[in-house]
């Protein structure tokens, strides 16, 4: 178990929807990352919240968003759901930025299905 | 932004035999280098990790080195078993960035 907790662990929808994926970071962490992962792709990084700031942007959508709460969860959302958005979607965290010791840890992921 | 290229895309290896995977970065700064393991369905695990003033590092079966100068670190994996067959992951860090995957390596270890 790498700490990381996400929810829910799968989520099936229609397309056109809206859902949101939930995730706790590791204990101490005040990193938290989101990754997109299609079938038999490799891990598309979406954005990184540190103590509540945005920090960095990769490929995500307009129809995606997120944020980090006070307490340190993140949550992304995502909207008007497609066909192509269905994925696995991790969360990862990790202690801090700029430290000499950073690791990166992931959640079981949340398999989002859109039908 | 920091590019990583990893090699083979696809590995079959018979057990008992020895995998290397391959990966190049672009950034000199960059100053962490962990691998991940990732099973159908499941997360990416951390294996193993190397810091920037260290040249080689095993644990077990799997070890990874580093070459700061040709900007490259390999993950080798000795004595395969059917359980190491997975997806591979490379990342490459860069204190106050951000951490950045290769595209992965399928590795398949065959009884």
């Known amino acids: 178990d790498s700490g990381v907790t996400q929810t829910p662990k799968h989520l099936i929808t229609a397309t056109g929807q809206r859902v949101t994926l939930r995730c706790s970071p590791r204990?101490?962490?005040?990193?938290v990352y989101w990754y997109q992962q299609s079938l038999d792709q490799g891990l598309q990084f979406l954005i990184q919240y540190y103590n509540g700031e945005e920090r960095a942007k990769g490929n995500i959508l307009e129809r995606f968003s997120a944020q980090q709460f006070p307490d340190l969860h993140s949550e992304l959302n995502l909207s008007s759901l497609e066909l192509g958005d269905s994925a696995l979607y991790f969360c990862?965290?990790?202690?801090?930025?700029?430290?000499?010791?950073?690791?990166?840890?992931f959640g079981s992921g949340t398999q989002l299905s859109v039908l | 932004g920091e590019n990583v290229e990893q090699h083979p895309s696809t590995l079959s290896v018979q057990e008992g035999d020895s995998a290397v995977i391959k990966c190049t970065y672009s950034?000199?700064?960059?100053?962490?280098f962990p691998w991940y393991k990732q099973e159908l369905g499941k997360r990416p695990q951390l294996i193993i990790d190397?810091?920037?003033?260290?040249g080689e590092k095993k644990d077990q079966r799997i070890a990874v080195t580093l070459n700061k100068t040709a900007k490259h670190f390999s993950l080798h994996i000795t004595e395969t078993q059917p359980e190491d067959s997975a997806v591979y992951f490379c990342?490459?860090?860069?204190?106050?960035?951000?951490?950045?995957f290769g595209p992965g390596t399928r590795l398949s270890v065959l009884p």
């Open positions: 990862a965290s990790s202690r801090t930025q700029g430290a000499t010791n950073e690791k990166l840890f």
């Open positions: 990342a490459v860090y860069n204190y106050g960035q951000n951490f950045v």
């Open positions: 950034d000199s700064a960059s100053n962490y």
């Open positions: 190397i810091r920037s003033n260290v």
């Open positions: 204990s101490g962490d005040l990193s």
